[in-house]
C-alpha cells in the first residue's frame, strides 16, 4: 500500500479499525510510524515517552484476558445502555458495538501492539497525558497512511495494576494507550461526527461560531 499524503483526506478516514488480519507488519512500517508519533508536541520537549512494541503471544494474551474482563464487567453494560453518539446513526452505532466486541475477542491476535508510555516520578495530572496523546494521534494517522489499521484502546486501565505487570512496565513507567496494528480486513471509510455548531462557540458560550454557513 502506498504512502498517502493527503494530510485531511487521512485525518477523514482515520477511523477506529477493530477487525485485523493477523498477518505480520514488517518493522520498517512500525518503525516508521513510531517516527511520526516522536515528531509529536510534548511538554517542555522533555519526551518523557517510551514505546513498547508487543509481538509475544503469551504477553498479549495475558493482558487480553483483563481487556475482556473489564468488557464483561463494566463496558459491555454500558454500551447496552447507551445512545448513538452525535453524527452517528443506529445502525452504524449497532456495527461499532461488534467491531468492538470482535476485538475484545481478538485483541491479542493483532499481530503488533504499540502500548504508549510515560516514564515518570510522580502521579500522573492532565500534562502526563498531553505530552503522549499527540503522538498517539500521530501514530494513528501514520499507520492509516501506510495502510494498517489501528485503534486507540485504553481500557486495559481499569485493570491497571495487571495489565502493567503483564507488560512488565517498570516502577515509575505508566500506560496511557495500546495500539493494536495489523493490516485491516475492512475498508477505511469517513468517521462519523456531529455538527461543528453543537460544539463550537464563538465569544460566547453556546453561541455557534460559523452558524450555518457551511450546514456543518
Ligand atoms: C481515550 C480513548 C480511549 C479509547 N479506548 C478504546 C478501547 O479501549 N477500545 C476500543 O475499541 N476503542 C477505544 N477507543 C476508540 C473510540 O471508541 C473511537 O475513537 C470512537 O468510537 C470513534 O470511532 P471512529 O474513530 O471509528 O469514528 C478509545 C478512544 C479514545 C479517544
Keep these: 500500500m502506498p504512502d498517502k499524503s493527503d494530510l485531511f483526506e487521512i485525518m477523514q478516514t482515520t477511523r477506529a479499525m477493530r477487525r485485523l488480519k493477523p498477518d505480520p507488519v514488517p518493522d520498517a512500517l512500525i518503525r516508521k510510524i513510531i517516527q511520526a508519533g516522536v515528531c509529536a508536541p510534548n511538554g517542555g520537549n522533555s519526551q518523557r515517552w517510551r514505546f513498547l512494541i508487543v509481538k509475544d503471544a503469551r504477553i498479549k494474551r495475558q493482558v487480553q484476558v483483563y481487556y475482556k474482563r473489564a468488557f464483561d464487567e463494566v463496558i459491555g453494560p454500558r454500551y447496552l445502555k447507551s445512545a448513538p453518539p452525535p453524527g452517528v446513526t443506529r ?11 470482535y ?18 516520578a510522580m502521579a ?25 489499521g489501528a485503534t486507540l484502546t485504553t481500557r486495559h ?12 512496565l517498570p516502577p515509575g513507567v505508566h500506560s496511557y494507550a495500546i495500539l493494536p496494528i ?15 455548531k453543537e460544539v463550537v462557540y464563538e465569544d460566547q458560550w453556546g453561541r455557534p461560531y460559523l452558524s450555518g454557513e457551511d450546514g456543518a
Excluded at 505530552?131 to 494517522?141: F, K, T
Excluded at 486501565?157 to 512488565?168: I, Q, R, S
Design 91 to 101: 445502525e452504524a452505532y449497532v456495527r461499532q458495538h461488534a467491531a468492538v466486541e
Design 103 to 120: 476485538l475484545t475477542d481478538h485483541f491479542h491476535e493483532a499481530p503488533v501492539w504499540i502500548v504508549a508510555c510515560i516514564e515518570e
Design 124 to 148: 500522573p495530572t492532565r500534562w502526563s497525558g498531553a505530552s503522549i496523546y499527540p503522538a498517539v494521534q500521530n501514530m494513528l494517522l501514520a499507520a492509516r497512511a501506510l495502510g494498517l
Design 157 to 168: 486501565l481499569l485493570f491497571e495494576k495487571e495489565t502493567e505487570a503483564a507488560l512488565g
Design 182 to 196: 495489523g493490516y485491516p480486513m475492512g475498508r477505511f471509510g469517513p468517521v462519523g461526527r456531529g455538527p461543528l
